[in-house]
């Protein structure tokens, strides 16, 4: 009974609304049988739920009944590893989170820098893509924000001059030292992701200081966009057309 009363002594410091596997619980190689069959009653007695092979969730009770986890939850096993984050949920199911988009994705995104990372949780896919800089739990909200400035003429549905508005506002809420993160982290993003990021910072943070970006950029290079112009004065600043 060691293994059981480690395990539920583990579950019962989550969180509830929180998904683990056996990684979360430190289960070690020669607990697994113990440890399947202690979680196995748990299930049983509805402690907690089985959501997919080894992957389990502690339900939350609200006064709407018992709250499922959310795909940022299911996916939290992939987005993790050894207690660390190395990846982040991107693409259509990012932007529709960001209400970018109304559009929902059947096949969810998972950027990683140095892994492929394929997902299969109940009816949730995640297939890999590319980060463009290592993640991590410091800057991958920031990571979030530059793909949406990578794929901002690709994000279907869009109403560019509202999205402008509300990614400007989410950099204007970014203190001084996230603000020269993202920056440099959009060093290592296409030349059209950098300037219209700088563009933005430019027209919606006054002392943001985006030199680094400007410089960075072939100066005879245009970037076509469908913007109003009143709502990114500083467009001709970095050779945005619209």
């Known amino acids: 009974m060691r293994v059981a009363r480690k395990i539920e002594e583990k579950i019962r410091q989550l969180p509830e609304g929180t998904t683990f596997d056996y990684q979360t619980l430190m289960v070690e190689r020669d607990e697994y049988t113990a440890a399947t069959k202690a979680l196995e009653r748990l299930v049983k007695k509805e402690t907690i739920t089985r959501y997919s092979s080894g992957i389990f969730f502690k339900p939350k009770q609200t006064i709407f009944g018992t709250l499922k986890p959310n795909e940022q939850e299911l996916l939290k096993t992939y987005l993790f590893e050894n207690g660390k984050r190395i990846a982040y949920i991107t693409g259509l199911s990012l932007y529709n989170r960001m209400g970018l988009t109304t559009q929902i994705p059947k096949t969810i995104k998972i950027a990683c820098r140095d892994k492929r990372i394929f997902a299969s949780v109940g009816s949730i896919k995640g297939k890999a893509v590319k980060s463009y800089v290592d993640v991590t739990d410091d800057n991958y909200n920031l990571l979030e924000l530059l793909d949406a400035f990578k794929d901002f003429n690709r994000i279907p549905d ?31 993003y296409p030349p059209r992701t950098r300037a219209l990021l700088g563009a933005v910072l430019e027209a919606f943070v006054i002392d943001a200081n985006a030199a680094s970006l400007k410089n960075s950029l072939n100066p005879l290079s245009e970037y076509q966009y469908k913007i109003s112009e009143a709502t990114i004065p500083s467009a001709q600043n970095w050779r945005l057309k619209l």
Do not use: Y
């Open 158 to 188: 869009l109403d560019a001059n509202a999205a402008v508005l509300l990614l400007g506002n989410k950099l204007k809420s970014l203190t001084a030292k996230e603000l020269d993160k993202i920056i440099k982290c959009a060093l290592k």
